[in-house]
């Protein structure tokens, strides 16, 4: 699964952008849609950015929904499992809020900031509150583990950098080490991981 895209934005709107990625030696441009509160934190078309990627299966095509935060695609992940919530009305209401506005909101029985949102409504919003209401611990539990391990990969990749691997050598690294590794592992044994995937693949 695709867990996030870092690439060249060569086009943005409020809803959608197009993220240019290289892939050995071909460039492959990705389709992302996303909510207006990531666009709004996007930089300017040409730069870099890295999104948080969850990808949607509908009649056999794979649809690619992007964020600026993990937390907020934590919490996409969550809006689709509620009853009557689609990838559409999850963007909406994370174009209105973000993950942690939202569950500071439900936490206090705020409905006024679900009930703005456009295609909402307060019926909607007392919804989504009752049914998001019992998962606040187990929700900031998986934000915050989610935090966690960016954070740590971002550490690891740092780390092998310093010791003279190369970007792309490192994220190969990485990448074939969160095959064999747990999620939340500590950085020690991620770099360790990782180095050892490295060596593996030299001898092969």
């Given at each position: 699964?695709?867990?996030?895209?870092?690439?060249?934005?060569?086009?943005?709107?409020?809803?959608?952008?197009?993220?240019?990625?290289?892939?050995?030696?071909?460039?492959?441009?990705?389709?992302?849609?996303?909510?207006?509160?990531?666009?709004?934190?996007?930089?300017?078309?040409?730069?870099?950015?890295?999104?948080?990627?969850?990808?949607?299966?509908?009649?056999?095509?794979?649809?690619?929904?992007?964020?600026?935060?993990?937390?907020?695609?934590?919490?996409?992940?969550?809006?689709?499992?509620l009853p009557g919530v689609g990838p559409g009305l999850?963007?909406?209401?994370?174009?209105?809020?973000?993950?942690?506005?939202?569950?500071?909101?439900?936490?206090?029985?705020?409905?006024?900031?679900?009930?703005?949102?456009?295609?909402?409504?307060?019926?909607?919003?007392?919804?989504?509150?009752?049914?998001?209401?019992?998962?606040?611990?187990?929700?900031?539990?998986?934000?915050?583990?989610?935090?966690?391990?960016?954070?740590?990969?971002?550490?690891?990749?740092?780390?092998?950098?310093?010791?003279?691997?190369?970007?792309?050598?490192?994220?190969?690294?990485l990448k074939r080490a969160s095959k064999k590794i747990?999620?939340?592992?500590?950085?020690?044994?991620?770099?360790k991981t990782a180095l050892s995937r490295k060596a593996?693949?030299?001898?092969?």
């Amino acid at each position: 699964m695709i867990f996030s895209l870092k690439g060249k934005l060569t086009k943005k709107s409020p809803v959608l952008v197009n993220l240019s990625l290289i892939a050995g030696l071909s460039e492959v441009e990705f389709e992302i849609h996303i909510p207006v509160s990531t666009y709004e934190k996007l930089p300017e078309c040409g730069n870099e950015v890295r999104l948080y990627i969850y990808p949607y299966f509908y009649k056999g095509e794979a649809l690619l929904y992007g964020f600026i935060s993990e937390e907020d695609r934590t919490m996409f992940r969550e809006l689709l499992k509620l009853p009557g919530v689609g990838p559409g009305l999850a963007l909406r209401v994370l174009s209105g809020t973000t993950a942690e506005e939202l569950l500071k909101a439900v936490s206090e029985g705020n409905l006024d900031l679900l009930a703005s949102i456009r295609g909402i409504g307060r019926r909607r919003a007392e919804r989504i509150a009752f049914e998001l209401g019992g998962k606040i611990p187990s929700l900031r539990e998986k934000i915050r583990e989610g935090s966690k391990a960016e954070e740590s990969r971002e550490k690891a990749l740092e780390a092998l950098l310093a010791l003279g691997l190369k970007e792309k050598e490192a994220k190969e690294a990485l990448k074939r080490a969160s095959k064999k590794i747990e999620e939340g592992a500590p950085l020690e044994e991620i770099i360790k991981t990782a180095l050892s995937r490295k060596a593996e693949n030299e001898d092969n």
